[in-house]
């Protein structure tokens, strides 16, 4: 495994002028503009929110926190920005005094490391922990608005998006998590996943003894392995054939970071009236509870999610949905008798993983669906921790008012007696 450190140049995120046309976006932009105007006789300018426009570790530090930002290689050339927060602000007079227990973070679906500390610092799980004593890594999975980068490919180029999350889970999750290890010298971390960031980890964990026993406990937050009963119109795609999503979408990126977005959410969403209408687009595709959200916060949210990633891997997704198993991708029988040397696809058995596991899950949360996260539960053999939050949706994990009170606390605690 090859590991590098060193001063980060960042790639532009990829504009909505070098996207392939897609209709369903811009026509969900046009409505939203019309509604937005029959709704608003009149809005009022608000000073745009600075972090609109900071990546992680610029926001890091606007809130007086120290930011380490670093780049892992993986086996297969893709180069990951990885953040720190070595330490908190409550406890900044002890820094360097011992080693600090590390929690690692890595985001869900479409999402990058922002969504640990895009709430204000009182109600962000990365700066909690850090404020806990914890020293703080937060991941971006390959091809996000901030791990855009290579060491031979371009994003201009397909092949750079052959991926989806089962390359997540068995290059990114090892080259981070021995990165980690090795940079901090602890022998093993706390793991915390939202969404995706469960599913690799129960691919990761259940398949790799070595890297598993490097994880002291992982924290699942609205989990996925299967989405058999999901609802979310995430996994509508399997309505849609293999062969026509590729030519729909294409073989690149799926829904980055566009200078479009950007402006809805400058322009648009910055005004006071119509931060209720912007939150509707996450309702769309995740569903949140606008009252559990500090609505103020929607510009900044809508500049750093979504993120993007390829279309390969929501494909892979769309092969989750249909088959209602968790499964390596699907190439079809020649394919997979090229990449497996067997006519199906392997699957994953969360049942092999033995890290002990805290869970949450939400009751209205139409991606982690309640009816399959009761099934998940049977499947994990050292399950130490659930907590079922009944109106929760998914995105209340990461960004709800109440999450310190119902959720972040008890992993602290959780953390704090497994130390």
């Not at 829904?255 to 687009?281: M, Y």
């Not at 058995?349 to 033995?354: A, E």
């Not at 399950?383 to 999450?403: C, M, N, R, S, T």
Request: hydrophobic residues 40%.
């Amino acid at each position: 495994m090859l590991y590098r450190t060193y001063a980060v140049e960042r790639q532009p995120a990829l504009g909505f002028h070098r996207l392939k046309p897609k209709m369903a976006w811009l026509l969900l932009g046009v409505v939203l503009l019309i509604h937005g105007a029959v709704q608003c006789e009149e809005t009022f300018e608000q000073d745009l929110d600075p972090e609109v426009n900071m990546n992680i570790s610029q926001i890091i530090s606007y809130w007086g926190y120290p930011a380490e930002e670093h780049e892992v290689v993986t086996e297969d050339g893709y180069i990951l920005s990885v953040n720190r927060i070595p330490y908190g602000i409550k406890n900044k007079g002890s820094k360097g005094t011992k080693l600090r227990p590390v929690a690692f973070l890595q985001h869900g679906l479409l999402a990058a490391g922002s969504n640990w500390i895009t709430n204000l610092p009182n109600s962000s799980l990365a700066f909690i922990l850090a404020d806990a004593g914890y020293d703080v890594w937060i991941g971006n999975s390959r091809g996000n608005t901030w791990s855009r980068k290579h060491v031979t490919l371009s994003p201009d180029e397909d092949a750079y998006w052959a991926f989806s999350f089962d390359e997540m889970a068995k290059k990114d999750l090892p080259a981070v998590i021995n990165f980690i290890t090795k940079s901090t010298g602890q022998e093993q971390i706390y793991y915390v996943g939202h969404s995706q960031g469960t599913t690799i980890a129960f691919i990761a964990f259940s398949t790799m003894p070595e890297l598993a026993s490097k994880i002291k406990m992982f924290f699942a937050l609205a989990p996925v392995a299967k989405i058999s009963n999901s609802k979310s119109p995430m996994t509508k795609l399997s309505i849609v054939p293999e062969f026509l999503a590729w030519e729909l979408f294409g073989k690149k990126v799926f829904f980055p970071q566009s200078t479009l977005i950007k402006w809805f959410a400058t322009e648009f969403c910055s005004h006071e009236r119509l931060d209720v209408l912007c939150g509707n687009i996450f309702f769309v595709l995740c569903g949140f509870d606008e009252k559990n959200l500090n609505m103020s916060r929607t510009p900044v949210y809508t500049t750093h999610c979504p993120a993007g990633t390829s279309v390969k891997n929501m494909l892979h997704w769309r092969q989750l949905a249909k088959s209602g198993k968790l499964g390596a991708f699907d190439y079809g029988w020649r394919g997979n008798m090229a990449h497996y040397n067997k006519s199906t696809p392997p699957l994953y058995y969360v049942r092999d993983m033995k890290v002990p596991t805290a869970l949450w899950s939400g009751g209205h949360d139409t991606l982690a669906d309640p009816k399959d996260v009761t099934v998940l539960l049977t499947q994990i053999p050292n399950l130490v921790y659930h907590k079922d939050i009944p109106h929760w949706e998914h995105l209340d994990f990461i960004w709800g008012l109440d999450a310190p009170e119902l959720m972040y606390n008890q992993i602290v605690k959780l953390m704090n007696q497994h130390a």
